[in-house]
């Protein structure tokens, strides 16, 4: 088998790779947890062309339900169609649509799922998928039948830690925690979204965003993509690197609350 | 070796599940774990499901393979071990009668536990040379051999270096992991607004054959009422920071159906203060009034004082209860209360933490403690 080695445009150290391969080859959910911006959901497309598979997302709100991801039975459509005489409505089977999960046990290749944020879904979402997750199977009680995964898709799970995750579910993931990039690894994810920015220029930005980031009491911590922002407003903005630290320019791509700005003023 | 890890992993307070171990055995069967380094990062994402827990584990791994010498590849080492694995699974070896892979690796676990010293060339122990089906032939003296050169940065090292001790949960917080752990506390019922719900009604009108049935719902609400008394001033000083965080993080929760937060000094007396500084306060006796069994009470302060503040004083020289009294009263009218400590539990060998831990249940103030406090308080209803 085939293993993860990152990508031209996705930056992930030996950790994360190792804990990725692990995660292929014993076929358990991936738990991804890590600051914002630390490229959580980009991992799961990653993945997939490193492996050469597709990917489906699974975006969770706080409305989801686990049973959405495996399959839906469509009741309006057939009493729809029991009413205006359309097709054969004895065929519950043409009112069962898979989800995102669903289909990836289906299907004839071994798939990438992204279940993304899985925290912001009720309390008992992950509960819901425990049993499904750990056998890869599922029954559709309408049909009584019971879907087996052809192959074990990879699951990529990621979560900003909004609610805790019950010990049974994180039991039968395995997990990594994305580390906030340091200096050297920005600079390698910095050239590939923006290549040949001035070195000078580089380390002004980067002292002036560790720094900001070191400052207690702030709401919200500029994160990478923030970062890349304002390297490219910047450059288009042709400021040079003593500026960059003298004066502090474009104070708000980095900060996006009032009172982060305060602080980072009062404390500069 | 591996179950020294997991000796050490215990010691450490992490708890692997049996589920886990098998699955990181597994796991060095499929050979994701051919060095050192992969052997760390391998037992990490499956034992461990926290980053909380990532310093702890980096101190468990460096207790178990520090100065362990690595002269084998791992890779050897465990397609060797799979060999015979395999061998005796097929009954092509006659002297050791292993019916399964499984079998084979209990005894190994086994003999690894009862192995205290080294042993060459024999056919039991695990050591070198010799017959028995574990270890190494030759090079190896104890154990199954972990080796892993590469890089010269060895796991060991980067285990040593402790970078993930910023993250324990036992001893950082903040307000987010205060609200965190705040929102356990949820007890829903719905008693809200009545609303229509469309789905709902859909749902039901199509089961029902197509005859409208409607269906309305009252809007969820959280039924839990938060107390929050907080001992301010004095010895607590030193924890304000930490305190306020507390306060904030359960002001801006709002998820609870009433939030009320109160100061003391020490302990609780005949008045409770809304704002130490423009000292408005309130009669304890009217706040204990208003409390019903439904609130939560969470009670915060280092606990220590003069033992005369807790068992005789009435606050400032005036009649009345005693701090202890005014504590039992209030757990008796709210029976799910807790009282987080600041100070780390190796403090509380002290006559009024001591006093106070037996009224009310005592939690260190870390997110760990904070957490099993909030269990506490919803089981406790």
């Known amino acids: 088998m085939s293993s993860f080695q990152g990508s031209a445009r996705y930056i992930a150290d030996d950790g994360l790779l190792a804990d990725v391969n692990a995660a292929v080859v014993l076929g358990r959910p991936l738990l991804v947890k890590g600051e914002p911006g630390t490229g959580k959901t980009v991992l799961a497309a ?20 686990a049973v959405e991801g495996l399959y839906t039975y469509d009741v309006v459509q057939r009493l729809n169609d029991a009413r205006f005489g359309e097709g054969d409505v004895r065929d519950i089977r043409r009112y069962i649509r898979y989800g995102v999960l669903g289909k990836a046990f289906v299907a004839p290749e071994r798939t990438v799922v992204l279940i993304d944020e899985i925290d912001k879904a009720d309390l008992e979402f992950p509960n819901d998928l425990l049993r499904e997750l750990d056998e890869m199977a599922f029954h559709i009680p309408e049909l009584d039948e019971t879907v087996r995964a052809v192959h074990r898709p990879v699951v990529i799970i990621t979560s900003n830690a909004e609610k805790e995750l019950p010990d049974a579910f994180l039991r039968r993931c395995v997990f990594h925690y994305i580390a906030f990039p340091d200096r050297e690894r920005m600079k390698k994810i910095v050239d590939v979204h923006l290549p040949g920015l001035p070195e000078k220029l580089l380390e002004a930005a980067f002292s002036r965003f560790y ?6 009491g702030l709401r919200k911590r500029p994160s990478t993509s923030e970062l890349l922002d ?39 | 070796m591996l179950l020294n890890l997991l000796f050490n992993l215990r010691n450490q ?43 702890a584990f980096d101190v468990a791994f460096k207790a178990t393979f520090d100065g362990v010498e690595l002269p084998a590849p791992l890779k050897d080492e465990l397609s060797t071990w799979l060999a015979n694995a395999r061998q005796l699974e097929e009954g092509r070896v006659g002297h050791h009668d292993f019916d399964s892979l499984e079998a084979m690796r209990k005894e190994l676990e ?14 039991h122990w695990v050591g070198t040379g010799g017959t028995s089906p574990f270890g190494n032939s030759g090079k190896a003296d104890q154990g199954i051999r972990i080796g892993g050169e590469g890089g010269g940065r060895t796991a060991v090292a980067v285990a040593g270096e402790r970078r993930w001790a910023g993250y324990r949960t036992d001893v950082q917080l903040d307000v987010r992991d205060f609200k965190v752990a705040l929102s356990m506390l949820r007890r829903f019922g719905r008693e809200g607004a009545e ?57 801006q929760l709002k998820t609870f159906k009433t939030f009320e937060a109160w100061h003391f000094h020490n302990c609780p007396y005949q008045w409770l203060y809304s704002d130490y500084r423009t000292f408005q306060r309130k009669p304890t006796a009217q706040v204990l009034d208003d409390l019903t069994a439904q609130h939560r009470v969470v009670w915060v302060g280092d606990a220590s004082m003069a033992p005369w503040e807790l068992f005789q004083g009435a606050g400032w020289g005036e009649p009345g209860p005693t701090g202890l009294q005014w504590l039992q009263r209030f757990s008796q009218r709210c029976p799910s209360s807790i009282w987080l400590n600041p100070d780390p539990e190796r403090y509380w060998d002290h006559p009024t933490v001591r006093a106070i831990g037996a009224t009310v249940p005592m939690f260190p103030l870390t997110v760990d403690g904070l957490r099993r406090g909030m269990q506490r308080l919803r089981v406790a209803s």
């Open chain 1, 46 to 65: 990653a993945v997939a062309e490193s492996l050469g598979m597709s990917a489906a997302t699974w975006s969770i709100k706080s409305t989801t339900k």
């Open chain 2, 110 to 123: 086994k003999r690894l536990a009862e192995q205290k010293e080294r042993h060459d060339g024999g056919n």
């Open chain 2, 13 to 55: 307070g992490l708890k692997v599940g049996s589920g886990e171990w098998l699955a990181f055995l597994r796991g060095l069967e499929l050979g994701l774990a051919e060095s050192l380094d992969q052997l760390y990062y391998l037992a990490r994402t499956v034992l461990v499901h926290t980053e909380a827990h990532y310093d």
């Open chain 1, 230 to 268: 304002w390297l490219t407003v910047l450059v288009r903005a042709g400021i040079p690197p003593e500026d960059v630290m003298a004066k502090f320019p474009f104070p708000g791509v980095l900060l996006k609350q009032e009172a982060d700005l305060d602080v980072a003023k009062i404390r500069r």
């Open chain 2, 195 to 251: 609303h229509l719900d469309i789905e709902g009604t859909i749902d039901k009108t199509a089961k029902n054959a197509g005859e409208i049935e409607l269906d309305i719902k009252r809007e969820r609400i959280n039924r839990v009422r938060l107390v929050l008394l907080m001992d301010t001033g004095g010895s607590m000083e030193p924890n304000a920071a930490l305190v306020s965080r507390l306060f904030t993080a359960a002001k």
């Open chain 1, 211 to 216: 720094g900001l980031r070191r400052l207690e």
